[in-house]
């Protein structure tokens, strides 16, 4: 078994997050479904970024999201994604190395821009995301060092990427790597669209034993199974992998790890700000949870507070040391 370098080595689209407070009307203004995430082009982005109000621009990306708050937690972290060699993917390259997450991915000299998201948030504190993923396409099985997966505890992948065949390749060869070092795999949904694409790709995952720990919101798991109600999704889990993590909202979440059902209740929030990057910091309090011995109920408390916290505030990475809210949970357990 080769040294453990990394508790979680991730692999994602690398993207900016330019977000700013929206209305319902903005929404229909420019077709958009609110709570969702739509692929745009380049055009269509500077045609919404212009009409968007004062925006603030930070690193984001659904699996950078989970490993810098991986690196909040005091755990050891490391990213994989593709941007190019300019403004913003210097600002993303800076971004997620200040936090203290390993980033080496050799940018694109050539080609689109660094990917960019368009995050527009309403008053319910619902997001809603435009994103231009630019350079992040250009993500390949070259990009990923096999070096580097062996050395990391779980390897987590977003489903997001399951879009362009070279990205789809780079994940499976991920998996592969990961298994063969006897490392876990771990896999987020990420969005019901996403899995309406690829449904069929995402279940035969499931069966081939290629995902070790799922991570799903109710949205994604009821359209995984083509279900109705959360009590058929959590059977139709039951024995697809080791653990599957379903996010709630402020209903908390529920875990099904074997034949067990451990539902935990959500983290009291004084105020839900933007829920952008809810469910990636729940992933990060659990897989920091996981790498470090805790149970189940645990890792899905630690969740809890990740997503508390991100919640709390504008943008999808925590403004407050996540280790330091963690201590609170480790003492109860």
């Not at 930070?58 to 593709?82: E, H, I, L, P, R």
């Not at 630019?134 to 050395?151: E, H, K, N, P, S």
């Not at 449904?199 to 798991?221: I, K, T, Y």
């Amino acid at each position: 078994m080769p040294c453990d370098d990394f508790d979680v080595m991730a692999v994602g689209h690398a993207v900016v997050d330019v977000i700013a407070p929206a209305t319902d009307e903005d929404l229909e203004l420019h077709g958009l479904v609110k709570g969702s995430m739509v692929l745009v082009d380049s055009e269509q982005v500077e045609t919404t970024y212009a009409a968007m109000g004062p925006a603030v621009e930070s690193s984001g990306g659904s699996a950078a999201n989970t490993v810098a708050g991986v690196a909040s937690f005091g755990g050891s972290a490391a990213f994989v994604g593709k941007v190019k060699d300019d403004q913003l993917g210097r600002v993303f390259t800076h971004d997620i190395r200040s936090v203290g997450v390993e980033f080496s991915t050799p940018p694109a000299t050539e080609g689109e821009a660094t990917a960019r998201c368009l995050v527009m948030v309403t008053p319910d504190a619902q997001r809603t995301m435009s994103t231009f993923l630019g350079a992040a396409r250009g993500l390949a099985a070259g990009d990923i060092d096999r070096d580097l997966v062996t050395r990391s505890r779980i390897t987590y992948l977003e489903g997001y990427l399951w879009d362009p065949p070279e990205a789809i390749s780079a994940l499976v060869q991920a998996m592969d790597w990961a298994h063969a070092a006897e490392r876990r795999v771990a896999f987020s949904l990420s969005d019901p669209f996403c899995v309406d694409r690829h449904r069929r790709e995402f279940v035969d995952l499931l069966s081939a034993g290629s995902v070790d720990v799922l991570f799903a919101n109710e949205s994604e798991v009821l359209s995984l199974f083509e279900v109705s109600s959360l009590d058929e999704a959590l059977a139709a889990l039951k024995g697809t992998c080791e653990i599957a993590a379903v996010t709630r909202g402020p209903a908390g979440s529920v875990v099904v790890a074997g034949s067990d059902v451990v539902r935990v209740p959500a983290e009291p929030v004084d105020e839900v700000v933007d829920t952008t990057g809810a469910g990636d910091l729940y992933a990060a309090g659990f897989l920091f949870g996981l790498t470090h011995s805790a149970g189940v109920d645990v890792c899905a408390r630690l969740g809890g507070v990740a997503a508390a916290e991100v919640v709390s505030h504008m943008g999808a990475r925590p403004h407050t040391s996540l280790a330091a809210l963690a201590v609170p949970v480790f003492r109860r357990a």
